[in-house]
């Protein structure tokens, strides 16, 4: 300490700024530069400078003379001392200690005031640019905590029009990992049934999907820290320090699992999870939970509408195919009516005038729903039509539209048919019942007779026959043939419409009057039940 | 994802690309600022940060990423990013990255834009 103790105060410090101002000018490390500032400002042989780090001494910077640093003494006193070769000046900035500074072969071991000057000035700087850097840190702080905000916002924005799965897992997953400063994440979501549907990994897996589908933590939990003591029964994690995860839920249900796992520190420590990660970790576990929700919903919704357009698609084949109006036969009076159902079964019913006045009709029920049971009908419908000039007998016909649909139907299905062949003079009825509900025949006497099945249902085995059969149909008898969604429709206690109450409803009115008798009186019976079954009626009377 | 964050780079005149692929955490962090120091001292004076292979960056990451730009800015040089995800661009601008580095949507314009700022 070479300056004049003569001098003023003022020029004392001027003086000293000079000489150390310039070597902190310099771009080094702070620590680095205060130490060469203070060995050009005392002429001392070497300097140790230590920096007081949460209630513990480091030592942050040296000269070059090789001097073996000392002991810090604890607690450091207040103002400047000596500990045998050495001056200690303690770094205090607004009666905070910050540093200390040991100097060792002073060339003027007396000079305490320039020191004190020197400890003043360099605990000034210290503790500004501590100042500064808790500035830094606090500021570095905040814009952490707006980033979280805005990632909540633009996740919450981001997911709800995410209908992707896996994207929506790589983002929850991403933003997870990144704002909880964690060093690798796992994210997992079930299918309903338990099994693993999903599983996503950064910097290594957390838990095994497998493990985590088994786990047992309430709804809404999270587990923190302590990976080796994670409370959870069957849920393994793997090779990780610390970890956080939480269940991803919907209420009543577990749809997944995040966890993140060990925390990083700028100085490679692992650090514990703060409550702060935990609760942003269950407001992303909660989004992403109401976003795969949404994500299901709008699947299921796909679903409904594909099955719709399919149904709508299935009903506009059947009403292509069904005849728009019915045929005028001389000697016979007709009616016929189809309800389709929601579900489109496959009921066809169909006329087919033929030379000498004669007629044929049929009414069908195709095994099956929707459009493959409506693709078949189509192609019984073709085959009917294209085999009908073609077929000697009835019988002749059934086997040649059974050995057509072995052939070209796409699909394995089989039909009921009723087919008859009417001569209206005569009153012959030429019929073929493949499987198919009995037909009522009301004699104008007012007894009903059935006309039972003659065969197996057509496609179901191959090289079937059938018998054809014959009944002598009188002036005012009724034949009434009809699908099984009729007899079989159901009401509130689960009983079945029935062929009897069907019978009692064939009376000699006109066909037309009964056939809207006996549909009122299905509706009537059914009540608000739905029924999954066409319903068709064929009615002819021969007048 | 890689399990680590690999950094390759190359010098075009006065600028350098740094390529990142995987996590820029603190270990990704320390080989993108262990990589561009090695630049810095053999006289780079522009550094350009292709992202496009990385997805995630957490605050560590960041705060390595500020001191980098702090020490091409202490030498007057020049700092771009590019090849940004939405969301990290976004980070990088509520961090205050994007207040002394620019950040371009291509390489090409981000190699543009340092040379301009350096020449």
Redesign the interface.
């Known amino acids: 300490m070479s300056t004049p103790a003569s001098t003023s105060a003022p020029a004392r410090i001027a003086e000293l700024w000079k000489r150390i101002g310039t070597v902190l000018a310099g771009?080094s490390p702070l620590q680095a530069r205060i130490a060469e500032a203070a060995l050009a400002a005392t002429g001392a042989r070497d300097v140790t400078l230590y920096f007081r780090e949460r209630e513990a001494w480091i030592r942050a910077g040296e000269g070059h003379g090789g001097v073996e640093p000392g002991e810090v003494p604890d607690p450091m006193p207040h103002g400047i001392f000596r500990r045998e070769d050495d001056l200690w000046l303690p770094l205090r900035a607004e009666g905070e200690l910050h540093g200390a500074l040991r100097l060792f072969g002073l060339p003027d071991p007396e000079a305490p005031e320039s020191a004190a000057l020197l400890a003043f000035l360099l605990g000034s700087l210290v503790g500004a640019h501590r100042l500064a850097r808790q500035v830094r840190d606090a500021?570095?702080e905040l814009?952490?905590r707006?980033?979280e905000l805005?990632?909540l916002y633009?996740l919450g924005l981001s997911l709800g029009g995410q209908l992707d799965l896996s994207a929506l897992a790589?983002e929850v997953l991403?933003?997870s990992?990144?704002?909880t400063?964690?060093?690798?994440g796992t994210l997992v979501l079930f299918e309903e049934s338990g099994a693993v549907l999903l599983e996503r990994s950064?910097?290594?897996e957390v838990l095994a999907g497998r493990d985590a589908a088994a786990w047992t933590l309430p709804e809404g939990g999270v587990i923190n820290n302590a990976a080796a003591s994670v409370p959870t029964a069957g849920m393994k994690l793997a090779a990780c320090e610390k970890c956080l995860a939480v269940a991803i839920s919907v209420p009543g249900r577990r749809l997944g699992a995040l966890a993140v796992a060990d925390k990083?520190?700028?100085d490679?420590r692992v650090l514990d999870f703060t409550p702060t990660d935990a609760r942003l970790l269950s407001l992303f576990a909660n989004q992403a939970a109401a976003a795969i929700e949404t994500a299901r919903l709008h699947k299921d919704a796909i679903e409904k509408e594909r099955i719709e357009r399919e149904l709508e698609l299935a009903a506009a084949i059947q009403r292509q195919i069904l005849p728009r109006d019915l045929p005028v036969v001389a000697g016979l009076e007709i009616a016929a009516k189809n309800v389709p159902t929601r579900q489109v079964g496959g009921d066809y019913f169909d006329f087919f005038p033929l030379s000498g006045g004669r007629l044929a009709f049929l009414v069908a029920d195709v095994s099956g729903k929707g459009v493959p049971a409506a693709l078949l009908v189509s192609t019984v419908h073709a085959a009917v039509h294209l085999q009908i000039d073609e077929a000697k007998t009835v019988a002749e016909l059934i086997g040649r539209i059974d050995r057509h649909l072995q052939k070209y139907a796409a699909t394995r299905k089989f039909l009921t048919c009723f087919f008859g062949l009417i001569e209206p003079d005569s009153g012959t009825l030429r019929y073929v019942s493949a499987g198919h509900n009995p037909a009522l025949l009301r004699r104008a006497s007012g007894a009903v007779e059935q006309i039972k099945a003659t065969g197996v249902p057509i496609g179901m085995f191959p090289n079937s026959s059938w018998k054809e059969e014959t009944v002598a149909v009188e002036r005012g008898d009724l034949l009434c043939v009809y699908s099984d969604g009729i007899t079989e429709a159901l009401d509130a206690a689960d009983e079945e419409f029935g062929l009897d109450r069907l019978a009692r409803l064939m009376s000699a009115g006109a066909p037309g009057e009964i056939c809207e008798k006996v549909f009122d009186a299905v509706a009537a019976f059914a009540g608000d039940v739905p029924q999954y079954d066409d319903q068709t009626l064929l009615l002819l009377k021969r007048s | 994802m890689s399990e680590s964050c690999k950094v390759s780079s190359e010098r075009r005149g006065d600028v350098v690309i740094l390529w990142t692929d995987g996590y820029i955490n603190n270990q990704g962090g320390e080989e993108i600022a262990r990589e561009a120091y090695v630049h810095l001292e053999q006289g780079a004076r522009g550094l350009v940060l292709n992202l496009e292979k990385t997805r995630i960056v957490n605050s560590i990451g960041i705060s390595i990423l500020i001191e980098v730009l702090e020490k091409v800015m202490d030498r007057k040089g020049a700092l771009a990013f590019c090849g940004l995800t939405p969301t990290i661009d976004k980070t990088f601008r509520i961090m205050g990255l994007a207040q002394y580095a620019e950040i371009y949507p291509t390489q090409e314009e981000a190699i543009r834009g340092v040379d301009a700022k350096t020449a």
Request: proline share 0%.
């Open positions: 771009d500021e570095f814009k952490s707006l980033l805005e990632s633009d790589d991403f933003r990992i990144s704002l400063d964690a060093g690798k950064v910097g290594g990083e520190s700028r490679g």
